[in-house]
């Protein structure tokens, strides 16, 4: 409908992050910190690649926007919680509910086929069963592995195997997928394939963190690049237009 009023209607206030942390620092001895005074947002929509040397601090930052660990000082919010204050039971449920998480080696159970391993996440939350089965119904034929609804893992490709992976972090809607290393174990043809997948998430509005080493992947399907270097924020650029 076409708006008659007199004068165009004033933007809005810009919306938060949706992951904020603040002035973070984690410390594991006396002598080193893992991460140190580091402050980085993450907009809605973006996806971000954090790159660095073995021991720069990427998984660290991942396990704290996860809730997995804590800072020693500092805050970090998540789709506005604070997941640093969080007690362990709030934390599982963020995790649960806010996040999805994809891991180097898949982390599936071999001895569920790959629906029931897709539908685990809902079965977690309580969500009912009928919605629950339309959802990984949706999920697997969007990611492309529908035809082995009722195959095990084990029989899948690493790239498949990182597809359903994918499905099962995306299963209860999460706000923001965390990749930790996401084509790490993967040969190279697997590896351009979720590539592909991971952009296509992000295209179709999905915020995506990962960290890793492959720098094809992160040229494949970020929108913003950062590099870690001992803990601190050593380049934070923008990519050029995908």
């Known amino acids: 409908m076409t708006d008659l009023t007199d004068s165009p209607a004033m933007p ?15 410390t594991y001895d006396a002598d080193r910190a893992v991460l140190s005074e580091l402050t980085l947002q993450v907009a809605t929509g973006d996806a971000l690649a954090v790159l660095g040397p073995s021991g720069s601090g990427k998984s660290t930052l991942l396990n704290l ?14 789709d506005g919680l604070r997941v640093d204050t969080m007690s362990e039971t709030a934390s599982a449920r963020y995790r649960r509910s806010r996040i999805g998480m994809v891991h180097q080696f898949f982390h599936l159970l071999d001895d569920l086929t790959v629906r029931d391993n897709v539908l685990l996440p ?37 790239g498949e195997r990182q597809r359903v992976a ?3 972090a995306l299963m209860n809607r999460p706000p923001l997928l965390l990749a930790d290393e996401p084509t790490g174990a993967l040969d190279s043809a697997s590896g351009a394939d979720v590539r592909a ?14 960290v890793t080493h492959d720098l094809a ?24 237009a995908r």
Do not use: F, K, W
């Open 65 to 78: 926007i996860a809730g997995l660990d804590r800072p020693s000082t500092g805050t970090v919010t998540v």
């Open 166 to 168: 994918v499905a099962r």
């Open 217 to 240: 992947l992160a040229e494949a399907c970020a929108t913003r690049t950062v590099e870690l270097m001992d803990g601190r924020i050593a380049r934070d650029e923008s990519a050029v």
């Open 12 to 26: 809005g206030p810009p919306a938060p992050p949706l992951v904020d942390m603040r002035d973070v620092s984690r």
């Open 122 to 158: 809902a079965q977690l939350a309580g969500v009912p069963r009928a919605e629950a089965a339309d959802r990984a119904t949706e999920l697997l034929r969007y990611l492309g592995v529908a035809r082995h609804a009722s195959a095990h893992p084990g029989t899948l490709s690493g």
């Open 197 to 210: 997948l991971l952009r296509e998430l992000n295209a179709d509005g999905q915020t995506v963190v990962l």
